[in-house]
């Protein structure tokens, strides 16, 4: 379990971090740039919602829980592809009726079927995460070094050179992922395709809904807030993603294992230890956290503030919606992410009227769908005594993590402290792993 924690979390928090630095060298680059990259970037989590809606998370369950993997991936991927078509054809009426076809917009929309044929979740399922992390290092780390050399060089059509990279690394991943998983990579259309998703209706919609907690509420709001406000949200929200990813690879990792409740706690308490220190790192020292991320530093400081509720509320469980679904709760799952995912949306077009300008209000809208969505998963597993020893927990994990950080800051070198604060919870990590987790013998 160790080895493989170690190998998902390498490739994986590599990623991330090339992802991170990449946004340092994206806002030197003029405001609409950095507005065009944003929205193409939110584009794909949403498409990659609509395709996947509901259909690519059961069949990761199903295939867990399956034996005969293969027929069930095969039949996964002749859906989306069939569904992906329906989708090019709608996003293309939508640019002809509301906007204008123009050529960079119609060369990006081929990411679409290329999202259908990736196949890469079917890896977690299987309990292979390792090579789906080698598979989502490639999409995030390629496309991040893209853009860090194009700054580096001063790439005068980075638009349309990013886009023909987008559909590159797409075409690539997915021929590796067919070739993993020793299945054909092109596969044919099914008419019926349709009732599969409708299966998947309730996790489909709930799938879908989760894009509105990060990334995918960027090309939302820009129909209602101004091109700096969307541009500084897009590059702040990027740290709010890198840190959801941190959370996604402890559950991608055990996702086979989760319906041990006892190991689902323990992972819980992980998040909310690293939840807690992500805080610190952010309140304590944004001079290393925010200010090689933002392009107006002082405005995305006062800002922050918005977003903590996000962070803290999306890791009161790290693993309690999966597990929600690997006890078939899908309605209480989907519930959830819909209810909050609609007050994000309906919170940001009812701020844009108080003020188009600041990008604050798209963060408050996120914590507040966030502890609506963990509010109604967390009574749907376990009522009040799942916020209760939760809570408890936070309590303590909070007033630690504070006075380490304290303790820590007397050095009077920041960079130092920061460093000790980290390694302090790594080994609290590797801690839990090594005795509390590995002791259980999954494999």
Not at 145 to 171: A, G, H, M
Not at 292 to 314: G, H, Q, R, W
Not at 349 to 377: M, R
């Amino acid at each position: 379990m160790i080895k493989k924690f170690f190998i998902v979390a390498f490739l994986t928090g590599f990623s991330q971090i090339v992802s991170l630095v990449s946004v340092g060298f994206l806002k030197t680059l003029d405001q609409s740039l950095v507005y065009d990259i944003g929205n193409f970037e939110s584009l794909i989590v949403v498409f990659t919602a609509i395709i996947s809606l509901g259909l690519q998370l059961v069949t990761v369950r199903d295939i867990a829980l399956s034996d005969k993997w293969k027929q069930i991936l095969l039949d996964s991927q002749r859906d989306r592809l069939t569904f992906s078509f329906l989708v090019l054809i709608s996003v293309l009426a939508v640019d002809l009726f509301f906007k204008r076809l123009e050529f960079d917009s119609l060369l990006f929309y081929v990411v679409i079927p290329l999202i259908a044929l990736n196949a890469d979740y079917s890896f977690y399922g299987k309990g292979e995460p390792e090579r789906g992390a080698f598979l989502s290092f490639l999409r995030v780390g390629i496309l991040s070094i893209f853009i860090i050399f194009s700054v580096i060089f001063e790439n005068n059509y980075i638009k349309i050179t990013y886009i023909i990279t987008t559909l590159i690394i797409y075409l690539a991943v997915g021929l590796l992922s067919s070739y993993f998983n020793n299945q054909q990579y092109f596969v044919k259309p099914k008419l019926d395709f349709y009732k599969s998703y409708i299966k998947s209706l309730n996790v489909g919609l709930a799938s879908f809904a989760l894009v509105f907690f990060g990334l995918g509420v960027i090309s939302f709001a820009s129909y209602f807030y101004n091109e700096k406000a969307v541009a500084n949200a897009y590059l702040l929200l990027k740290i709010y993603v890198f840190y959801v990813g941190i959370k996604r690879l402890l559950v991608q990792i055990l996702f086979k294992e989760l319906k041990d409740d006892s190991l689902v706690k323990i992972v819980d308490k992980i998040g909310i230890i690293t939840a807690v220190t992500v805080i610190i790192a952010l309140v304590y020292y944004p001079e290393y956290s925010i200010k090689f991320f933002a392009k107006d530093y002082e405005e995305s400081v006062k800002n922050l503030i918005y977003l903590l509720p996000a962070i803290f509320f999306t890791s009161i469980s790290f693993a309690g919606p999966l597990q929600l679904l690997l006890k078939n709760k899908d309605k209480t799952y989907s519930f959830g992410f819909i209810l909050g995912a609609i007050i994000v949306l309906c919170l940001v077009l009812i701020f844009s009227f108080v003020d188009s300008n600041d990008e604050s209000y798209i963060y408050l809208a996120i914590s507040i769908g966030e502890c609506i969505a963990i509010f109604i998963h967390g009574w749907g597993l376990n009522k009040f005594r799942f916020f209760a020893s939760r809570g408890i927990y936070a309590i303590g994990a909070i007033t630690l993590l504070f006075v380490i950080n304290y303790l820590y800051l007397l050095i009077g070198i920041k960079t130092i402290s920061l460093l000790l604060l980290i390694l302090t919870v790594l080994f609290y990590i590797l801690y839990i792993f090594k005795i509390k987790i590995n002791s259980k013998d999954f494999s």
